[in-house]
Antibody
Framework: EVQLVESGGGLVQPGSSLKLSCVAS????????MHWIRQAPKKGLEWIAL????????YYADSVKGRFTISRDNSKNTLYLEMNSLRSEDTAMYYC?????????????WGQGASVTVSS | NIVMTQSPKSMSISVGDRVTMNCKAS??????IAWYQQKPGKSPKLLIY???NRYTGVPDRFTGSGSGTDFTLTINSVQAEDAAFYYC?????????FGSGTKLEIK
């Protein structure tokens, strides 16, 4: 069974940093592209970052480009999202997700989410 | 960037009814969309990919159709457990835009 477990969320002040982790199990992590998606309170889904299975390519939404960094450690089956210069508008539930196949960015498994609140 | 517009924003349907919801892309996305279901307090779940392919384990009352700019998710004989938000998503080329969602309520 595919499992994705996020951690590292919390309450932080504007301008600070936070690093989320997502531990994967139940599939060959090193063979799949992975994503981060967020959902602000009472709002819809916003895709924010993608990393290829071998870290060869990374893509970001404009809203986080230059502030957030996606990375992975295939030896630890772990996906990361490093978030810097956090703003109140970054307050959201952050989900990691596994991509269904290599060529299309369909997300077929999601974690339970990590909550990030940015507030003074 | 391509914008995905979903309609209606919400609908209230009786059990056993058929429901249709729409997703319109601002540019041709061919068949490159997926549909997700999100129940309150839960993570999204994949329903449909490549516009019309039902994901493993998804009941066959869920059907996706369309191509180009106009897409539809149909639920035949709606069940109480189908109450949820439904999102479409562009699945080719960054940014991977989601629609704003359709809320399905069961009367």
């Amino acid at each position: 069974e595919v499992q994705l477990v996020e951690s590292g969320g919390g309450l932080v002040q504007p301008g600070s940093s936070l690093k989320l982790s997502c531990v994967a199990s139940g599939f060959t992590f090193s063979s799949y592209n992975m994503h981060w998606i967020r959902q602000a309170p009472k709002k819809g889904l916003e895709w924010i970052a993608l990393i290829y299975y071998d870290s060869s390519n990374k893509y970001y939404a404009d809203s986080v480009k230059g502030r957030f960094t996606i990375s992975r450690d295939n030896s630890k089956n772990t996906l990361y999202l490093e978030m810097n210069s956090l703003r109140s508008e970054d307050t959201a539930m952050y989900y990691c997700a596994k991509q269904l196949s290599y060529d299309y960015y369909v997300m077929d498994a999601w974690g339970q989410g990590a909550s990030v609140t940015v507030s003074s | 960037n391509i914008v995905m517009t979903q309609s209606p924003k919400s609908m209230s349907i009786s059990v056993g009814d058929r429901v249709t919801m729409n997703c319109k892309a601002s540019q041709n996305v061919y068949n490159n969309i997926a549909w997700y279901q999100q129940k309150p307090g839960k993570s999204p779940k994949l329903l449909i990919y490549y516009a019309s392919n039902r994901y493993t384990g998804v009941p066959d009352r869920f059907t996706g159709s369309g191509s180009g700019t106009d897409f539809t998710l149909t639920i035949n004989s709606v069940q109480a457990e189908d109450a949820a938000f439904y999102y479409c998503q562009r699945i080719y080329n960054s940014p991977l835009t989601f629609g704003s969602g359709t809320k399905l309520e069961i009367k």
